[in-house]
């Protein structure tokens, strides 16, 4: 398996990944300062296409990425490697298919043990930060999204 191989198969994830599987970390630019912020964070795949999203209220790194929609993503488990990528503002009707999957997945049983109440649907509509990564590499974005999770 080539290098990209592994890369695609790492952002081939899909409702039944672990947790570990999902989990990358982000480089965004400060709002204000421009300085790099690296943060651990849960990244999604809905309909080939790929998410940041988190807890309903304000984050840094959505502001962040707000500001400066350039950002890394840096994958960590099972293959190492730093992904240039763009945040894009979606659309009512994304965010609804998006958000709607999310909870599917936060609101399973083992998932939702360890938050302190069950996920609503219009509290995450209402006040959940949302982005489309869309990845530099076409190549990428295209054998990875082809694959099924």
Known sequence: MTVNDAVARALAI?????????????????????IPRRIEIWF?????????????????????????????VHLKHGVTADLPATAVPVDEPTRRRV??????????????????RRQTFDDWFAGSPLVEIVFDDEELRTASSTRSG
């Open 14 to 34: 899909g409702p039944d990944s672990s947790a570990a599987e999902r989990t990358i970390d982000i480089t965004t630019l400060g709002a204000r300062t421009g």
């Open 44 to 72: 999604h795949r809905v309909d080939g296409r790929w998410y940041l999203t988190g807890m309903p209220g304000p984050r840094s790194w959505y502001a962040n990425v707000r500001a400066h929609p350039r950002f890394t």
């Open 99 to 116: 958000i709607t999957a999310v909870l599917d997945l936060q609101n399973r049983p083992e998932i939702a043990a360890r938050v302190s």
